[in-house]
């Protein structure tokens, strides 16, 4: 294991953000972690690949994630005025994943309370009307994409009802989502191929922004039992939330809740069509879900990597760290660590599944356990209800995301779709 900056490394940055790697990234990823720990053309960008060091940082107290802990500036926040358009700070910066405590405690536990497993089960038979709903209009269509068609309406639906978003909004934010997520993917100081328009970046961060202020206002006129009415009391009854906290959290919500949970209710779709003996229990025995959605969390994780920012000294095997640095961990290649994991290129869901799919530490991901049940209602559903599904291309395109990485769609055949009633 080497950390000196060698000729292959930057071959491995441009690797990641090339959208030619972008349906199977695992053999570059592979090649990364065989490498260990790599610092950026010898600059202030460490990447890592291991399980035992993206654990680790993760749950390091040093690893913070507020810019202001960089000693580079960091991606793209446009804070000056961009062809007209207004300056702007991304909403998503003042979000609390991108908060350090005391800030990210006080909003995390204002939010969690809407995220306990118990809640969450509460939503099942919603949830569940709402995948039948999807794959009904799939049968009237007579045809079925998986992406557009099943893992996406069933979460933004969701999570539009959580936060009290009219449904009829929903391809604004669509738009506005897709955009905005792309700030999370890392950026080569070189080359711009690939990278959203900021202009365009900045019109969508803030139109999201008016939409919600506009959406707050009216919910001060005339509160709901939704989650944004909620937040809005917080804010009220004293100093629990800023205005621009509570703009941020929304914006974070509403991304983070379904921007991920699509990618994974198709990565789990293809990983059953190419094991279909799995499939084939999925269909007779409801609980096999659950396995299933773990095992894919590991070998196609939604969320590729997390940043963060060592904001003193870090000592990991092989790799000192300075304060000021930025740590990018992939945690999907740390999913497929040989050390941890026998056989990692297989899927297998009766394994034992330490992944780190949803994070570690503080900023574990608030919205597991909703995602999880989302999963695994889509699949369930899915299983029972459409026969003999087949793959309607050799591959299927993916959207050129490398952070929130999925298939931009997964058209199928199939022979029928049964009716939400007789699926047994
Ligand atoms: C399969 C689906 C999902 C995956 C793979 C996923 C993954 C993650 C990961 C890896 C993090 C940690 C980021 C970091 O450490 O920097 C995270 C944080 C977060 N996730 Fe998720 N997520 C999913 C679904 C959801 C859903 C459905 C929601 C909400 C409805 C949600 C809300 C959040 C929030 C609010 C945070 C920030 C937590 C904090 O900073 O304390 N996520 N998620």
Same mark, same amino acid.
């Given at each position: 294991?080497?950390?000196?900056?060698?000729?292959?490394?930057?071959?491995?940055?441009?690797?990641?953000?090339?959208?030619? !790697?972008?349906?199977?990234?695992?053999?570059?990823?592979?090649?990364?972690?065989?490498?260990?720990?790599?610092?950026?053309?010898?600059?202030?960008?460490?990447?890592?690949? @291991?399980?035992?060091?993206?654990?680790?940082?993760?749950?390091?107290?040093?690893?913070?994630?507020?810019?202001?802990?960089?000693?580079?500036?960091?991606?793209?926040?446009?804070?000056?005025?961009?062809?007209?358009?207004?300056?702007?700070?991304?909403?998503?910066? =003042?979000?609390?994943?991108?908060?350090?405590?005391?800030?990210?405690?006080?909003?995390?536990?204002?939010?969690?309370?809407?995220?306990?497993?118990?809640?969450?089960?509460?939503?099942?038979?919603?949830?569940?009307?709402?995948?039948?709903?999807?794959?009904?209009?799939?049968?009237?269509?007579?045809?079925?994409?998986?992406?557009?068609?099943?893992?996406?309406?069933?979460?933004?639906?969701?999570?539009?009802?959580?936060?009290?978003?009219?449904?009829?909004?929903?391809?604004?934010?669509?738009?506005?989502?897709?955009?905005?997520?792309? +700030?999370?993917?890392?950026?080569?100081?070189?080359?711009? +191929?690939?990278?959203?328009?900021?202009?365009?970046?900045?019109?969508? !961060? !803030?139109?999201?922004?008016?939409?919600?202020?506009?959406?707050?206002?009216?919910?001060?006129?005339?509160? @709901?039992?939704?989650?944004?009415?909620?937040?809005?009391?917080?804010?009220?009854?004293?100093?629990?939330?800023?205005?621009?906290?509570?703009?941020?959290?929304?914006?974070?919500?509403?991304?983070?809740?379904?921007?991920? +949970?699509?990618?994974?209710?198709?990565?789990? +779709?293809?990983?059953?069509?190419?094991?279909?003996?799995?499939?084939?229990?999925?269909?007779?025995?409801?609980?096999?879900?659950?396995?299933?959605?773990?095992?894919?969390?590991?070998?196609?994780?939604?969320?590729?990597?997390?940043?963060?920012?060592?904001?003193?000294?870090?000592?990991?095997?092989?790799? &000192?760290?300075?304060?000021?640095?930025?740590?990018?961990?992939?945690?999907?290649?740390? =999913?497929?660590?040989?050390?941890?994991?026998?056989?990692?290129?297989?899927?297998?869901?009766?394994? &034992? !599944?330490?992944?780190?799919?949803?994070?570690?530490?503080?900023?574990?991901?608030?919205?597991?356990?909703?995602?999880?049940?989302?999963?695994?209602?889509?699949?369930?559903?899915?299983?029972?209800?459409?026969?003999?599904?087949?793959?309607?291309? &050799?591959?299927?395109?993916?959207?050129?995301?490398?952070?929130?990485?999925?298939?931009?769609?997964?058209?199928?055949?199939?022979?029928?779709?049964?009716?939400? @009633?007789?699926?047994?």
């Amino acid at each position: 294991m080497t950390t000196a900056p060698s000729p292959a490394t930057p071959g491995f940055f441009a690797g990641l953000l090339d959208p030619a !790697n972008r349906a199977d990234p695992y053999p570059l990823y592979d090649r990364m972690r065989e490498h260990g720990p790599v610092r950026l053309g010898g600059g202030p960008v460490v990447v890592l690949t @291991s399980y035992r060091d993206c654990a680790a940082v993760l749950r390091h107290p040093a690893a913070v994630v507020e810019r202001r802990h960089a000693s580079l500036p960091l991606g793209p926040t446009p804070t000056h005025d961009l062809a007209g358009e207004r300056a702007a700070e991304l909403t998503g910066t =003042n979000s609390f994943l991108f908060r350090d405590a005391p800030d990210h405690t006080r909003l995390r536990r204002l939010v969690a309370k809407a995220f306990t497993p118990a809640v969450v089960r509460g939503m099942t038979p919603r949830i569940t009307a709402i995948a039948d709903g999807a794959l009904d209009r799939a049968a009237e269509r007579g045809r079925l994409d998986v992406v557009a068609d099943l893992a996406y309406p069933l979460p933004i639906t969701v999570i539009c009802e959580l936060l009290g978003v009219p449904l009829e909004d929903e391809p604004r934010l669509r738009q506005w989502s897709s955009m905005l997520a792309r +700030t999370l993917d890392p950026v080569s100081g070189k080359s711009t +191929t690939g990278r959203p328009d900021p202009v365009e970046l900045v019109r969508a !961060n !803030n139109e999201l922004h008016d939409y919600f202020e506009q959406l707050a206002r009216e919910r001060r006129r005339r509160p @709901s039992d939704d989650l944004l009415s909620a937040l809005i009391r917080a804010e009220e009854s004293g100093d629990a939330l800023t205005h621009e906290e509570l703009i941020a959290t929304c914006g974070l919500l509403l991304i983070a809740g379904h921007e991920t +949970t699509v990618n994974l209710i198709a990565n789990a +779709t293809l990983a059953l069509l190419g094991h279909r003996h799995h499939l084939a229990i999925l269909r007779t025995a409801g609980a096999f879900a659950a396995p299933v959605i773990e095992e894919t969390l590991r070998y196609d994780p939604p969320v590729q990597l997390v940043p963060r920012i060592a904001r003193d000294p870090i000592a990991l095997p092989g790799i &000192e760290i300075a304060a000021g640095d930025m740590i990018v961990m992939l945690l999907a290649a740390a =999913n497929r660590d040989p050390e941890v994991f026998a056989e990692p290129g297989r899927f297998d869901p009766a394994r &034992e !599944n330490r992944h780190l799919a949803f994070g570690l530490g503080q900023h574990f991901c608030l919205g597991a356990p909703l995602a999880r049940l989302e999963a695994d209602i889509a699949l369930t559903r899915f299983a029972r209800r459409v026969r003999e599904p087949r793959l309607d291309c &050799e591959r299927p395109p993916y959207r050129e995301h490398v952070t929130l990485r999925g298939p931009a769609a997964i058209p199928l055949s199939y022979t029928g779709i049964l009716p939400a @009633s007789g699926d047994s």
